[in-house]
């Protein structure tokens, strides 16, 4: 797996503080997308795409569960999740997913 050097988008308090981070980090930004286009992974988003996108973000939030999780293992899960610029609970909840995906296959076929 390729490791990703992206930097994090943090949360901002206001669209100010927003676009000035953008601003701010524009020249890398450019460069990554750059390389994306080289490598023919930049993709145009079509406009269906985009609305199902939109769409998606205004869904409800997911219920909040808690989980006592080993120290061990929540350690590993944030250093492969800053490995690859995502929030650790972003992370976790992927790799959840993708293992019940493949457990669900396994059964079915």
């Known amino acids: 797996m390729?490791?990703?050097?992206?930097?994090m988008?943090?949360?901002?308090?206001?669209?100010?503080e927003e676009a000035a981070w953008w601003f701010k980090n524009?020249?890398?930004?450019?460069?990554?997308?750059?390389?994306?286009?080289e490598k023919g992974e930049a993709k145009v988003m079509t406009r269906s795409a985009l609305l199902d996108r939109?769409?998606?973000?205004?869904?409800k939030a997911a219920p909040v569960v808690s989980l006592r999780i080993?120290?061990?293992?929540?350690?590993l899960a944030r250093k492969q999740a800053e490995r690859k610029g995502l929030?650790?609970?972003?992370?976790?909840?992927?790799?959840?997913?993708?293992t019940l995906m493949e457990r669900e296959k396994r059964r079915a076929g």
Not at 26 to 37: I, M, S, Y
Not at 54 to 59: F, G, L, R, V, Y
Not at 70 to 75: F, G, N, T, V
């Open 26 to 37: 524009r020249a890398a930004h450019g460069v990554e997308l750059a390389g994306a286009a």
């Open 70 to 75: 080993p120290e061990a293992d929540l350690a």
């Open 54 to 59: 939109i769409a998606a973000s205004e869904k």
């Open 87 to 98: 929030p650790y609970q972003t992370y976790i909840k992927s790799l959840l997913h993708e």
């Open 2 to 7: 390729k490791k990703q050097n992206r930097p």
């Open 9 to 16: 988008v943090p949360v901002f308090s206001s669209e100010a």
